[in-house]
């Protein structure tokens, strides 16, 4: 069977509570071989840590999302310090700019994401980042912060370009279930440019459920519907690309 590493999923969404439990003991024989659980604000009922602690094929990414920049203070960031510590924790995320829902002021957002890298250099964790209607910013934020100990853009939709510049400083570039809709022609001629041990797959569920799913709650192993069109956009056969990326996971998160 071929079997997928979800790079970004948001288990620890409230729309899980009723059967993460089910799904997490049903996962591997779902194809998921491995899974970044990923945090968005510091809500302990949603601790994207507690929810990986629940398999041993699961990590957490902890951080601040931008939407919630404005919650973002020092005592926040002391908790996150600690939990870094974590082996379970493999990169702060995610992290980033927002200009679309604009739901913290865009000078705070700019702000925490600076602060959160500087957090990412001192814990030597990658980071995840969320990218939306902010790509100059969000790229002069990452070039201003000189060495960072790896980077994954997630959910990408932004140009080859910008990509490119990503690539050149290390970074992995990670496509969601937005890669199979039907109008994503332009962002399917990019996945075709990426190098492919660069690329990664996720689902960003409970978002983004991927074509035939599209519209449904979203879950971890239909990653394999973006993992099968990104293997196509690169004429990569599928199985030899869920494993080509699951290496690449474990690489761009550092895993011993
Ligand atoms: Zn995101
Ligand atoms: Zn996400």
């Known amino acids: 069977m071929t079997t997928w590493f979800d790079s970004h999923g948001h288990l620890n969404d409230e729309r899980f509570d009723e059967d993460r439990q089910q799904l997490i003991r049903e996962l591997p024989a779902l194809g998921i071989a491995g899974m970044i659980v990923v945090g968005y604000d510091d809500d302990p009922k949603r601790n994207a840590l507690t929810v990986a602690r629940m398999a041993p094929w699961a990590w957490a990414a902890l951080g601040v999302h931008p939407h919630d920049a404005s919650s973002y203070d020092d005592q926040k960031e002391d908790a996150l310090r600690i939990q870094c510590r974590d082996l379970k924790v493999v990169a702060l995320g995610e992290i980033g700019l927002d200009y679309h829902y604009d739901f913290s002021p865009r000078d705070v957002q700019r702000e925490v994401f600076a602060r959160q890298i500087r957090l990412a250099k001192e814990v030597e964790l990658p980071i995840v980042v969320h990218m939306r209607e902010a790509t100059e910013d969000t790229i002069s934020i990452i070039r201003e912060a000189g060495e960072i100990p790896g980077g ?43 190098p492919k041990d660069r690329i ?57």
């Open 200 to 256: 990664l797959v996720e689902t960003d569920c409970p978002y983004l459920a991927p074509v035939p799913m599209r519209g449904k709650r979203n879950q971890p192993d239909w990653v394999r519907f973006t993992g099968e069109t990104a293997a196509y956009c690169l004429g990569i056969d599928e199985e030899e690309f869920s494993e080509i990326t699951k290496e690449n996971t474990k690489k761009a998160f550092r895993f011993r």
């Open 152 to 194: 994954i853009m997630h959910c990408y939709g932004g140009s080859i370009e910008t990509a490119r510049i990503l690539l050149d400083r290390g970074w992995y570039i990670s496509f969601s279930g937005s890669l199979t809709f039907k109008n994503a022609e332009r962002l399917r001629l990019v996945a075709e440019q990426i």
